[in-house]
């Protein structure tokens, strides 16, 4: 077992806040001293509440899932001797009304663009599989019910 964690900090910083008219603007600490400025979307709550050029949760996930997807896919193709040069993934995520009716990330979708070098490249066929087992993997994917779907760039 391994925990992970992350400290969120937000101060009001003089604003009046009861009015709802307050910056969303905080950062998160990981460990190792990282530190990332985040906020609301602006699709939810409206500028100049929320900062365009921070991080919001719903990126956050959406880089989550792709980025855990990557790190499987990575070490698959290593094990299974292809060399991969670039990975690239153009995700997004898609936020509407589940089932129950709430605002949910219903769908990620990841697109990753795979560059192989060497005499030893993948067929259609083991890219699909790699990117199975790698979503197979994913422990961030196995943690969530939003619909994960893979969409490889040939190419």
């Known amino acids: 077992m391994a925990k992970y964690g992350a400290t969120i900090a ?25 530190e990332v400025r985040a906020s609301s979307s602006a699709h939810v709550v409206p500028l100049p509440y929320s900062a365009e050029d921070a991080v919001d949760p719903e990126e956050a996930f959406v880089a989550s899932l792709s980025s855990c997807h990557m790190l499987w896919f990575l070490s698959l193709a290593a094990k299974q001797r292809f060399c991969v040069d670039s990975y690239t993934d ?8 589940n089932a129950e009716g709430r605002l949910a990330m219903t769908v990620v979708t990841l697109r990753p663009h795979v560059v192989f070098s060497g005499e030893k490249q993948p ?13 197979d993997e994913c422990f961030i994917a196995n943690s969530v019910k939003t619909e994960v779907r893979c969409v490889p760039v040939l190419g």
């Open 123 to 135: 067929s259609l066929s083991q890219l699909e599989a790699l990117h199975h087992r790698a979503h």
């Open 10 to 34: 937000w101060q009001r910083n003089g604003e009046a806040f009861t009015d709802n008219r307050y910056s969303r603007v905080h950062r998160w600490t990981f460990d190792g001293g990282i």
């Open 90 to 97: 153009a995700a997004d995520g898609t936020m509407e009304k």
